[in-house]
């Protein structure tokens, strides 16, 4: 339970982050940001899947790039379904999620260093 609230957390940091980093990703608080982290979790689990699997052979043929789109598509989802999350156009979704993808994964590393201090 205890590491389903740490990676909520680092979620919903990342978010924050990533909107002072990217211009055209707003959030106008942490509360915000920690619904809209619930929400990603949630679309990440159901949507992404079923989007993978219908777009596989254009994921295929640019050797994974097009799954930088996907991720771009469901931050703007999460933007549209969050109040106070506001996700303006695709290309600061796309670019927001490759930045949200290294600040997550940048703050989990930083996390799990400390857990293990």
């Given at each position: 339970?205890?590491?389903?609230?740490?990676?909520?957390?680092?979620a919903?940091?990342?978010?924050?982050?990533?909107?002072?980093?990217?211009?055209?990703?707003?959030?106008?608080?942490?509360?915000?940001?920690?619904?809209?982290?619930?929400?990603?979790?949630?679309?990440?689990?159901?949507?992404?899947?079923?989007?993978?699997?219908?777009?596989?052979?254009?994921?295929?043929?640019?050797?994974?790039?097009?799954?930088?789109?996907?991720?771009?598509?469901?931050?703007?989802?999460?933007?549209?379904?969050?109040?106070?999350?506001?996700?303006?156009?695709?290309?600061?979704?796309?670019?927001?999620?490759?930045?949200?993808s290294?600040?997550?994964?940048?703050?989990?590393?930083?996390?799990?260093?400390?857990?293990?201090?």
């Amino acid at each position: 339970m205890l590491g389903f609230i740490i990676t909520w957390l680092v979620a919903a940091i990342s978010l924050l982050i990533t909107s002072y980093v990217v211009p055209g990703i707003y959030v106008d608080g942490f509360s915000s940001a920690a619904l809209a982290a619930i929400l990603m979790g949630l679309i990440n689990a159901i949507v992404k899947p079923i989007l993978v699997l219908l777009t596989l052979p254009l994921t295929i043929l640019t050797l994974g790039l097009f799954l930088l789109v996907i991720n771009g598509i469901t931050l703007a989802l999460v933007g549209y379904l969050t109040p106070g999350f506001d996700v303006n156009g695709f290309l600061p979704a796309i670019i927001g999620a490759i930045v949200l993808s290294l600040v997550s994964s940048a703050i989990g590393h930083l996390v799990r260093e400390g857990t293990n201090a």
